[in-house]
């Protein structure tokens, strides 16, 4: 059966926001990217093939979508934070998102996925209250949980646990960006790779599916930086990814820093390269949810082609043609500069 998840805004803030562990939050992020349901906002148009493989051409079978409502309206809509947003309960957000998505592509079955900012930043009772309300609506199969590497306590991960032990589908994702502590430092993560592995660990100590989020093209990042990032994910141990281009949004001091020509986002070109050849040294067994992401148009600045998500895919896809290769073909080796001349 066809599952398609259903990106949802509960209200969280980050601790790299709200002064715990900084303020600002990433430099790379605007509030208005975490706005799942797009339609005048800005949306994080994510090239999610979720679950599925991604060396076809054919239009993935899992994409995320827009918010959602169900009976824990009054959890749904706290602020966790000020300045956080004010999103609408849960059951309204699905209630938006789940005729058009299943309309545009036939999907009956649907993964709640808690998308924006930190969405295990708060008490364990707060967030079943939050879980249980999406659980509860009756088209929905599982739980898809964003988060960061430092705010997954051990209660925390016992109720994901809980949840994946009655049957229901359940994946933890943590947002790694990249696994120098330099990078991650200049883009004010408020977290190191330590953090990263500690909760890796404990994740699939427990049986919960794990999927990490990388980003291509960092600051002061080359294209080596995102091989040695792979290959420390894949050793600690990770069962699906997510890659895509840091792209620079409004609003944000990575736009000032793009502004002042102190940051260059990666070529079109590039980045088909660079993420063909990730594709190619991950093993098969590992599930890529996502290969490229943008933001919607009117918030997005650069670079211009990764709002052209299909173009994106299929000429990932196509590269890998062009080579006679495919995910999994290079796992194992160490990566080293290719031309893949044509």
């Known amino acids: 059966m066809r599952?398609?998840?259903?990106?949802?805004?509960?209200?969280?803030?980050?601790?790299?926001?709200?002064?715990?562990?900084?303020?600002?939050?990433?430099?790379?992020?605007?509030n208005k990217s975490f706005h799942p349901q797009g339609a005048g906002r800005g949306c994080p148009r994510e090239g999610e093939a979720a679950l599925v493989k991604p060396t076809s051409r054919q239009q993935s079978r899992s994409k995320d979508a827009a918010p959602g409502d169900t009976p824990a309206d009054k959890a749904s809509t706290t602020t966790h934070s000020a300045g956080a947003r004010d999103p609408a309960p849960l059951a309204a957000q699905f209630a938006r998102a789940r005729d058009r998505i299943a309309n545009g592509t036939g999907a009956r079955r649907f993964i709640a996925y808690f998308q924006a900012y930190t969405n295990t930043y708060a008490q364990v009772d707060e967030l079943r209250a939050l879980y249980d309300a999406a659980l509860a609506e009756p088209d929905v199969a599982g739980l898809s949980i964003g988060t960061r590497p430092d705010c997954v306590p051990p209660e925390v991960l016992d109720l994901?646990?809980?949840?994946?032990?009655?049957?229901?589908?359940?994946?933890?994702?943590l947002g790694l960006q990249s696994s120098f502590d330099a990078t991650l430092l200049r883009v004010n993560r408020g977290h190191g790779f330590a953090e990263y592995v500690e909760a890796a660990k404990a994740t699939r100590a427990r049986g919960i599916p794990l999927c990490c989020h990388l980003i291509v093209g960092l600051p002061g990042e080359e294209e080596?930086?995102?091989?040695v990032s792979l290959d420390r994910v894949l050793d600690v141990g990770v069962d699906g990814l997510k890659l895509h281009a840091l792209h620079v949004v409004k609003h944000t001091r990575l736009a000032i820093e793009w502004k002042r020509g102190e940051y260059s986002p990666l070529g079109e070109a590039?980045?088909?390269?660079?993420?063909?050849?990730?594709i190619e040294r991950t093993p098969w067994e590992v599930v890529f949810h996502r290969i490229t992401g943008t933001a919607s148009k009117d918030i997005l600045i650069a670079p211009a082609w990764c709002a052209k998500k299909w173009d994106i895919l299929n000429g990932i896809a196509d590269e890998l043609a062009r080579r006679c290769s495919r995910q999994g073909a290079r796992a194992g080796h160490a990566w080293k500069r290719e031309s893949h001349a044509a």
């Open 3 to 30: 599952l398609h998840k259903i990106a949802l805004d509960a209200g969280f803030t980050c601790p790299n926001r709200d002064g715990s562990k900084g303020i600002g939050g990433c430099s790379f992020c605007n």
């Open 160 to 173: 994901l646990a809980e949840y994946r032990d009655r049957g229901h589908e359940v994946w933890l994702e």
């Open 224 to 227: 080596s930086h995102s091989h």
């Open 270 to 278: 590039d980045y088909i390269r660079i993420a063909a050849d990730l």
